[in-house]
Each structure stands twice: as C-alpha cells, then as structure tokens.
C-alpha cells in the first residue's frame, strides 16, 4: 500500500508538474501559475455553460423512464465510446511511454504496482468524463425516485462505467497505435501521410457528407434500438438482480483485463523502446548544398517527420484544397450562396469574395508560430555552429511559404477558371492571399521568438497549447477577418482597388514585423 | 590559438558561474579542463561559442573576438557537448550532410572524411539508420565524426569520453592528437583525470568559477599525478 501510495505521487508530479510551481526557478513557476489559472478558468467556464445546459435539458423531460431512456442512456453510449476513444489515443502512451520506466523496474517493485498507479490516474479521467456527461441527468433522476439505496446502486454503475473501455482502449491502443506506429517510425514520413490522409478524410466527410446526415433520424434509430435491447436485455440503471449480474461481470472482465495488461507490461515497455531496423535501407549519397537549402531541408524534414506539427498546420491549406474541389463540384451553388453574401453586403464583383475567402482560410495553416520553441535542446548545439539567427529564421519562414504558396497558387487559378476571373481579379486572388500568408507567417515568427519555450517535453505543447501559438493563430484571424471586414463595410464599392491597397499594407506590415525581429534575437 | 581574457559569467539567479578566468590554448594544445561538478567548466566551454552570453572579459580565436566576429570565428571551431542531442528524425549521414554543409566541406572531401571517421569509430554500417534508433554511445560518435569532419582549428569537448566503448575510446585519443600534431588544438573536460594526465600537454582545474591552476602537465603534476594534485587542491 504504502509503495501504491508513492507510486501515485510521482504519477501526480509527472502529470501536473507541480513542482514548477513548488521548487522550479521563478520565471518559470509564475508562466506555470498564469497557463495554470488561465485552464482552471475556462474549464469553470465551459463546466458552467455544459451543466446549465443539460439542467435545461433535464427539465425537458417529465418522467423518469423517459429520462432514462432518452438522455440518460444515450449519454452513457456517449460516455462510454468518448472514455475508449481518449484512452486508445492517449491511455496507451500514459501507460507505456514512461521515459523512466527502466529504473522503476530496477526498484523492488511489482510491476503491477506500477500498472495500478499509471491505472488508477486513466481511471480518474475516465471518472471525470462520465460524471461530466452523466451527474446532472443522474442527480434529477434520483431526485425523481426518492430511493437513497438505489441512488447509490446507480451510482456504483457509474464508477464501474468506465473501467471496460478505458482497457480495452489500452490493449487496442497500443496494438493499432503504438505498435503500428512503431513500424512507421522508421524515419519515412509514411506515419505523417497517414495521419494527413485521414485528417483529409475527415475534413471531406464533413464538408460534403456530414450537413446530408439526418441526424434526427439517426437519434431515434438509436433511442429506438437501445430501448428494445433494454427491453430484452436491459441492465443499466436496473435494480434488481441484474445490477449484481452487471456489477459481476465487470469485476471479472475487468480484472481479467488488468491481469493481462500486467503480465505483459514489461515485455510491451521492452518492445516500444527497441526500434526495427529498416531492412535494405536505402543508400543515401553525401552530396554538397548551400547552407541556406541545408536549412531548409531540415526544417522540411523535421516538419514532415513530425505527425502533431503537420496536422495542425495543415488546417488552412486542407480546408482550401476542399473548398476548392466543392466549388469544382459544385459551382453553381457555391455560386449562388456567393452572390447572396454579395446582395447583403453590396459587392457587386463576387470574385472578391472568393479572393476573401482563399485569404481567411490560408490564415489557418501557420508552421513558423511553433518553429523557434521546437529547437529545444537541440538550440546550443545550432548556437555552435557558424549559422546566424537570421539564417536559421529565413529558413524557418521559406518552409512555412513553401507550403502555403504553390497551393494558393494552385487553389487560385482552379477558382479563376472555374468562376470566370479577369487577369485583374486572378492577380488579386494570388496577390492577397500571398500577402496575408507572407505576414502571419512572419508574425508567428516574431511571437515565438519573444514568447519561446525551449523547456518542451512533448512537442503536441508547442505546437497546440502554448502561448504564441494560441496567440498567432488568433491574432492573424483577428487582424486578418477584421481587415477584411473593413474592406466589406467601408469599401464595398471599390473593393478591387481597395484589396489590392491592402495586399500592399500587408507587404509593408510583413517587413515592418521582420525589422523588429533583430531586436528580440537575444531569446533564441 | 583560442584567448580567454577576464571571463565573467553571472546567471540570473545571481549565480556566478566564472569569476575573471583567463586561459590560453595555444595551437598544438590539447587542453585538459577539470573540476568538480558545477565549478563552471561546461559554462566556460559554451561561452567560446557563443552559446551562453557573459558578463565581462572577452574570447579571441587567432585574435579575433567572438563577440564582434562570431560566425568568423565558428567556421574554424566545433563542438560536442556532454548529452549529445541530435536530429533524431535525420539519419546518421544526414545529419553529417546537413554538418558538413554549414561548414561549408566539398563533397569530395566529406565522402573522404566521413567514411574514413566512421569506420575508426565503428559506425560504417549504422550512416544509414535513424539517429532516434542510436544508443547514446553511437550518438557521441556521430557528434564527433561531425565534429571532426570539417578539420576545425580548434576542437571543444565537454566529456567527450563518456558513453564510448574502449575502441572508441583509444581513437578519440588518437584523433585529438593527430588533430594537435597538424596545428590544431583540443580544449576538452574531462572527469577521468588518468586520461587527462597521459593525454594533455596543459591543464586547466578550475573551483567554484576561478581557474585554480593553469599550465603546462608537467609543471602542474611535479612528482604527484593528477589525482592528488586535484584532491590537494579541492581541499580534501
């Protein structure tokens, strides 16, 4: 127990990183303490919004059968496929991917001491999403019966609920994750491709199937295939024998599962750590470049051999290359929801609006707001080497317009054929969006150079969570929508020439910024 | 030759890392830099390169300051530090490639050097792997082949022997030496004080960020060896 007990601490201190706050330097520990407090509010926020909602809900319904049929157990589903699905992406890494794993094995601890503790905290999150998602339906459930005993029967189904799903996402985790993604790792981008292959399929499912789902029709197929199968075979939130049955069969299942995973604990570490070398490598050659095409090809090598930096990325270039083949498609509608947006807000050359659009959605593809944090450690050594700051920037930068241009270029001329543009609405339609591109591009640069984080442990912070590139991203959506709103509002008459003017401030801005960059070059 | 003149580093948290250190590694040096753990040897090193900015003093290489020159004088220097943290998304030889191309080295001379520093080091057969499926051994060999193909004038090491099997361990010895013999020079830390000893013509041992004692070997060990000077000196 009391090895349990400390095994639980160390999970807590490895998770929260509390000890930034306790004993790390002061800098550091008042950063921690502000993206600490700035999480804990919109969390309250988004739990105040999330409860006040499903109360509303709640109160829609009027018996406690309907209840339980229509929210309560659609809610458990929910619960149960949200709890297997963050644990098959992330439970399997919790548990295997401890970097220190080997000196725990070399305590006198039983493995599955060290498997309970990294269990019970996937067991918690499990916990929290099923209360998050249940307490209120299940509190006026109760409330509606007036049984303390079978309140509390519901409630121990409750905290069985998610122990199957977060196992099974484990087990299947680490086979179909971990294990693949081993195979992958074997330096060929193939792992990147995949990830960007079914982000796009993801993207285009709800870009062209998703608005044709019929959703309410698709609720009362399942309400009505739940509450037959309860009918038959119903035992959740039943009080009767088969709430031991239930109970029964999860312990057993459960603790089949948990044997399982602990017997094979060691092995899997093992097998994760122990990388296949790729068969019949393919020769490379030593063969001269410049030093600036050197830098670019790390920088493009490190960026596609990193799957979480492409897939945040890609955002803006995939949406575009969608919109793009819906309006191939389907032109004629795009067509007509244009024209209304032009009717409303008095455009009378539509392609501006297309132009507009291009230049919103490239706004969502950005690698240069996480390109300085990335170095991390490897900072010193490119300190060492005769490679000036700016060197290492333009390189950084011309990867990020590598990526962008040719498809605004490609995005740009498919449009213009498509709807028709003149020379002076297709210029524009390369013209804008390369300017806007040109300058988030420099202003993610400029924020990650003052705001960096060198101290990263897993790059999924720098790249999603950490202040410059939450910053970029909503200031260049901020600066770049409300710019363009300007142009709608005040310039909707002579909206050709005043784009144009605004490619131009744009390209002044973009140089501006890039001045300012000399300045903060003591961060890096 | 490398010119270390009133060096003074003081972190933030007020630490002072390097009190007014001066040294010089003149060319044909192989310098052995010792001290205790946090007495400012790593500090020291990296702000040669420029990797740590200091206080006061200045560092010249063949006169020329690495404040006002830095690029200048980067080209003539490498560096491998005591964790070697590598690209671990290139492969072995890409990672030379990608050395090879910022300092400039014609391919002729890089097929040459590489496959030559390779083979001395054992690491032939692995170029062509993944720098993430390298031990840490293999990593501190490729930092060194990268270190050493480029012919730098002056080499900085910080615990360069750590993580070598003996083979490698006896060819870094003999690569450092023959790098001395044709006018460069090796400045390197080292906690093995025995290889410190039979390998170095000067040492360095610095305390708490003064550089103690400074000179030639032979003058330093008298009729002691390394170990008790170091000990003697540290107080114990």
């Known amino acids: 127990m009391k090895t349990f007990r400390l095994l639980i601490k160390r999970e807590f201190f490895q998770i929260f990183k509390f000890n930034k706050i306790l004993h790390g330097e002061r800098k550091e520990s008042k950063k921690y303490i502000s993206v600490?407090?700035?999480?804990?509010?919109?969390?309250?926020?988004f739990a105040v919004y999330w409860f006040s909602n499903i109360y509303q809900i709640c109160l829609e319904f009027q018996s406690q059968q309907e209840l339980l049929n229509y929210l309560i157990k659609p809610l458990v589903i929910l619960a149960v496929f949200i709890v297997f699905l963050s644990t098959f992406m992330k439970g399997s890494g919790v548990l295997y991917s401890d970097k220190s794993i080997d000196i725990l094995f070399a305590y006198p601890i039983k493995v599955r001491n060290i498997v309970f503790a990294k269990l019970f905290f996937l067991y918690l999150w499990g916990l929290a999403i099923t209360f998050a998602l249940l307490i209120v339906p299940l509190i006026r459930y109760e409330l509606m019966s007036y049984n303390i005993l079978f309140a509390i029967l519901d409630l121990v189904q409750i905290l069985f609920l998610p122990v199957i799903p977060i196992l099974l996402g484990i087990i299947l985790g680490y086979v179909l994750y971990r294990q693949l993604g081993n195979f992958f790792q074997s330096g060929s981008y193939i792992r990147s491709i995949l990830y960007l292959v079914l982000f796009i399929g993801f993207m285009a499912f709800m870009f062209f199937v998703f608005n044709k789902i019929d959703f309410d029709f698709l609720y009362r197929a399942i309400i009505e295939k739940e509450v037959d199968w309860n009918n038959n075979y119903g035992i959740f939130f039943s009080h009767g024998l088969e709430a031991i049955i239930l109970a029964f069969a999860i312990f057993l299942v459960g603790g089949l599962l948990?044997?399982?995973?602990?017997?094979?604990?060691?092995?899997?570490?093992?097998?994760?750590?122990?990388?296949?070398?790729?068969?019949?490598?393919?020769?490379?050659?030593?063969?001269?470049?410049?030093?600036?095409?050197?830098?670019?090809?790390?920088?493009?090598?490190?960026?596609f051999s990193t799957p979480i930096y492409v897939l945040n990325t890609m955002l803006g270039i995939i949406l575009l290359l969608l919109f793009t083949a819906y309006s191939f498609l389907k032109s004629d509608s795009v067509l007509n929801y244009v024209t209304i947006i032009g009717n409303i807000f008095g455009i009378?050359?539509?392609?501006?609006?297309?132009?507009?659009?291009?230049?919103?959605?490239?706004?969502?593809?950005?690698?240069?707001?996480?390109?300085?944090?990335?170095?991390?450690?490897?900072?010193d050594i490119l300190k060492s080497l005769p490679v000036s700051l700016k060197e290492l920037l333009l390189a950084k930068y011309q990867l990020h317009l590598l990526l962008t241009v040719p498809i605004i270029c490609i995005t740009s001329f498919v449009l213009g054929s498509i709807y028709q543009m003149n020379s002076i609405e297709l210029t524009l339609c390369l013209f804008l969006p390369i300017t806007v591109s040109a300058f988030v591009g420099i202003l993610g640069l400029f924020l990650n150079l003052l705001l960096p984080n060198y101290e990263w442990e897993n790059v999924t912070y720098i790249v999603k969570q950490s202040i410059p590139a939450i910053s970029t991203v909503f200031l260049s959506i901020l600066i770049v929508g409300s710019s363009l709103w300007c142009l709608i509002r005040f310039f909707n008459h002579s909206i050709l020439i005043a784009s144009y003017i605004l490619g131009v401030l744009y390209l002044i801005f973009t140089i501006i910024v890039s001045l300012f960059l000399k300045r903060i070059e003591i961060n890096f | 030759m490398l010119e270390i003149k009133n060096l003074t580093k003081i972190y933030p948290n007020g630490k002072k890392a390097v009190s007014n250190l001066s040294m010089t590694v003149a060319d044909g040096d192989l310098f052995g830099f010792i001290g205790k753990n946090g007495a400012g040897k790593t500090t020291t090193l990296k702000a040669c390169l420029t990797i740590h900015d200091f206080n006061s003093g200045d560092i010249l290489l063949n006169g020329i300051s690495i404040k006002s020159a830095p690029l200048e004088c980067k080209k003539k220097m490498a560096y491998v530090p005591d964790s070697p943290i590598l690209e671990t998304y290139l492969t072995g030889l890409q990672y030379l490639n990608f050395i090879c191309d910022i300092y400039d080295v014609s391919t002729h001379t890089r097929r040459k050097r590489i496959y030559d520093l390779s083979e001395r080091l054992g690491?032939?057969?692995?170029?062509?792997?993944?720098?993430?499926?390298?031990?840490?051994?293999?990593?501190?060999?490729?930092?060194?082949?990268?270190?050493?193909?480029?012919?730098?004038?002056?080499?900085?090491?910080?615990?360069?022997?750590?993580?070598?099997?003996?083979?490698?361990?006896?060819?870094?010895?003999?690569?450092?030496?023959?790098?001395?013999?044709?006018?460069?020079?090796?400045?390197?830390s080292s906690h093995i004080l025995d290889v410190v000893e039979k390998t170095c013509n000067k040492i360095g041992i610095i305390q708490n960020g003064k550089l103690i004692k400074n000179g030639n070997t032979k003058d330093i060990l008298g009729t002691s060896d390394l170990e008790d000077v170091f000990m003697e000196l540290n107080g114990e």
Do not use: W
């Not at chain 1, 093992?270 to 670019?296: C, E, H, I, P, Y």
């Not at chain 1, 507009?356 to 706004?363: A, D």
């Open chain 2, 123 to 188: 690491m032939k057969d692995k170029l062509n792997d993944l720098i993430s499926s390298y031990s840490h051994g293999m990593k501190q060999k490729i930092s060194l082949i990268g270190a050493f193909a480029h012919d730098p004038l002056l080499l900085i090491l910080d615990e360069p022997f750590v993580g070598l099997d003996p083979e490698a361990f006896v060819q870094l010895k003999c690569m450092m030496k023959e790098l001395c013999a044709s006018g460069g020079s090796v400045l390197f």
């Open chain 1, 36 to 45: 600490l407090c700035t999480v804990i509010v919109v969390f309250f926020i």
């Open chain 1, 348 to 379: 009378t050359n539509i392609s501006v609006i297309f132009v507009f659009v291009v230049s919103l959605l490239i706004v969502l593809s950005n690698t240069t707001y996480a390109s300085i944090s990335i170095e991390g450690k490897h900072r």
């Open chain 1, 258 to 303: 948990v044997a399982y995973i602990s017997k094979t604990y060691k092995s899997k570490c093992f097998r994760l750590q122990v990388f296949n070398k790729r068969k019949n490598a393919k020769k490379q050659l030593l063969k001269k470049s410049t030093k600036s095409r050197t830098l670019l090809i790390r920088e493009m090598r490190r960026y």
